[in-house]
Structure formats: C-alpha cells, structure tokens
C-alpha cells in the first residue's frame, strides 16, 4: 500500500485498515506455523502498512 493512497483515506477508514492487517498478520504468523509459506515477504509488507498507517495516524493527531 502506498503511502499517498493512507493519506487519502479519513481516521476511522485508517483504524479499520490498521485492524484488519493486524488480524491478517496474526493469521499469517500462527496459521502457518507448522506449514511452509508461498510468499515469504508478506510478513514484511504487512509489518510496514502498519508501521506507515500508525505513522500518519500519529502525524494528523499533532497537526502536520
């Protein structure tokens, strides 16, 4: 997710983002555990949609 389409989206659509790849992550971490994955690097990615969503979610509440 690229972080121009975050900024677009409002508070409330950005929470609901932030849980649902929250729950996606801890499905991919425990569902998985005894099984291979096919796409390693989604572990990744999912980290850092988080990581961006909470980043502008912390920069809108100071006033940036």
Same mark, same amino acid.
């Given at each position: 997710?690229?972080?121009?389409?975050? #900024?677009?989206? $409002?508070?409330? @659509?950005?929470?609901?983002?932030?849980?649902?790849?929250?729950?996606?992550?801890?499905?991919? +971490?425990?569902?998985?555990?005894?099984? #291979?994955?096919? $796409?390693?690097? @989604?572990?990744?990615?999912?980290?850092?949609?988080?990581?961006?969503?909470?980043?502008?979610? +912390?920069?809108?509440?100071?006033?940036?």
């Amino acid at each position: 997710m690229k972080t121009k389409e975050i #900024r677009e989206l $409002n508070n409330i @659509e950005m929470e609901k983002k932030l849980v649902l790849l929250r729950e996606k992550q801890r499905a991919f +971490r425990f569902g998985g555990a005894g099984s #291979r994955t096919k $796409n390693v690097k @989604e572990g990744k990615t999912m980290r850092q949609d988080i990581a961006k969503i909470l980043t502008i979610i +912390r920069d809108k509440k100071d006033g940036k």
